[in-house]
């Protein structure tokens, strides 16, 4: 058997090496193109991806819920800063009441409060600035309450928003109708009142 010459046989074993290169090279080709489809049909699956779902979840209500508990805290101080100020222009109102007007109040504070007391001698107070108010004929209206004996009508400096206060002679036994007193009394109705015309 006779093989050719030394550069002929070299030629044949180079020329069998690339053809096997090439088959080796269409097969991987053809491996990886079989591969990347079957990777563009799989799910992408990202290691603690419920983990990192469920967190990002939480952030995202923790965010809504902070940004939430800002507004209605903002809410809350802009619906106090206009209660306070509906309280400051009603009380300004109230002490501007004309002279007819403002008697008559005192007259109905001052027998409200003296229809609570017991049947004892009892002393009016009333705010020294509106002592005006207490002419004889208002006097008369406001000691006439069937029951009850008013032995003195004194001013006070200590009462400084209108309205009046009712006790016995010797103080151990009254009744607040001073409108700082109503005003802490009622609050609940008020700021109610006030709460509903705000969300209006």
Same mark, same amino acid.
Not at 156 to 172: A, E, F, L, W, Y
């Given at each position: ?6 550069? $002929? ?15 080796? /090279? ?7 193109? %079989?591969? %990347? /489809? ?27 819920? $902070? ?8 809410? @809350?101080?802009?619906? /106090? ?40 001698? @009892?002393? @009016? ?8 108010? @207490? ?56 700021? $109610? ?8």
């Amino acid at each position: 058997m006779q093989f050719g010459s030394i550069e $002929a046989v070299v030629a044949a074993v180079q020329e069998d090496a690339n053809a096997e290169v090439e088959k080796i /090279e269409r097969d991987l080709a053809a491996a990886i193109a %079989r591969a %990347r /489809e079957e990777d563009q049909r799989l799910p992408v699956v990202v290691p603690d991806a419920e983990a990192r779902i469920s967190r990002a979840r939480r952030q995202a209500h923790d965010r809504i819920a $902070a940004e939430e508990a800002a507004d209605h805290q903002s809410a @809350l101080k802009d619906r /106090e800063m206009w209660i306070a100020q509906a309280m400051a222009e009603g009380q300004r109102r109230v002490l501007a009441l004309d002279v007819a007007t403002a008697r008559a109040d005192l007259v109905r504070l001052a027998r409200e409060a003296i229809d609570r007391m017991p049947d004892q001698t @009892l002393e @009016l107070l009333v705010s020294t600035a509106r002592a005006d108010l @207490l002419d004889a004929a208002t006097r008369d209206e406001i000691m006439a309450v069937p029951g009850k004996t008013i032995a003195r009508v004194t001013p006070s400096p200590n009462i400084d928003s209108g309205g009046c206060i009712v006790q016995t002679i010797d103080g151990r036994i009254r009744y607040d109708n001073t409108y700082a007193a109503r005003c802490r009394r009622f609050e609940s109705i008020w700021r $109610a009142r006030l709460g509903e015309m705000w969300s209006v």
